[in-house]
């Protein structure tokens, strides 16, 4: 082992739990299940083996410096893994309690993501879901990195374990008395020469409605950027403008949604795991939604 890991582990554990904490040195004793003055200790035991200081004494606050926080922030997942790991290999692992860092897409906040979020939590009230809602390519830097554990995530990222779960239909959005409001399948040719409201071109969304637009015969005139989808909807119904947008359960009043003409117009939804072990909790939560998403 190096020597620097063999010698600090005890100490790192310490900082990064006292970071997750924002310094309150009684909040991570109390998480350790160790004295607080055994976690001072060991932080001035780290800062004289490292050389550096990594506490900033003001009145009763404790910060972490700069370097403190760097490195907390680089060894928080490396532990959390090793964790898993001893678990695993022990049988200590325990598949109804512990946390999922979970993902989902900002166009999924109604209807069917909460409704299985719901059924699961009375299923498995030990296991806690932390939620976090993101584009697709935000959500996969955060598997990526570790920052999440699993993710419904449009498109799916293709560095990374994923399963496709179902397909998102993608329909034109105008404001009710709209010229197109009574049409029953709009051709996108029709579009030209509308003012569209859409995502960032970062967006997965916004890139589609550029592509398809585009080989329909017209460059989309994007009128107005805006990165959540609700108030695009309002937009839309105070006649700013029309966008392609997925069906939404919840119906926005002023507005139309209309099907439009052709099988092309829908994107691949799909289940995405981070690159680190898979914990217990996360292959409950995991299997739950590959057997119950439609």
Known sequence: MN?????????????????????????????????QSSMSRRIHALEKELGIPLLIHDGRVVRLTAAAQRLALHLREPLRQLDLVIDEVTGDADPDHGTVRFGFPLTMGTGRVPDLLAQFRRRHPGIRVLLKQAHGSALGADLLAGA??????????????????????????????????????????????????????????????????????????????????????????????IALLPHDERPTPGLTELPLAGEQFSRDIALAWSAAIEAPPTRRLSGFLLEHFD
């Open 148 to 241: 999440l554990d699993l993710a419904i995530v449009i498109p799916a990222p293709v560095r990374l374990r994923h399963a496709r779960i179902g397909t998102q239909r993608i329909q034109v959005v105008v404001p009710d008395g709209h010229r197109l409001a009574d049409a029953r399948h709009p051709r996108l040719a029709d579009l030209a020469g509308e003012t569209f409201i859409a995502n960032p071109p970062s967006y997965n969304l916004r890139q589609l409605t550029e592509a398809w637009c585009n080989d329909a015969g017209f460059t989309p005139d994007v009128a107005f950027e805006v990165t959540e989808f609700a108030t695009i909807r309002e937009l839309i119904s105070r006649g700013l403008g």
């Open 3 to 35: 020597q620097w890991s063999s010698r600090l582990a005890p100490q790192l554990r310490v900082l990064v739990e006292l970071a997750a904490h924002e310094g309150h040195m009684t909040h991570a004793a109390a998480e350790l299940r160790m004295p």
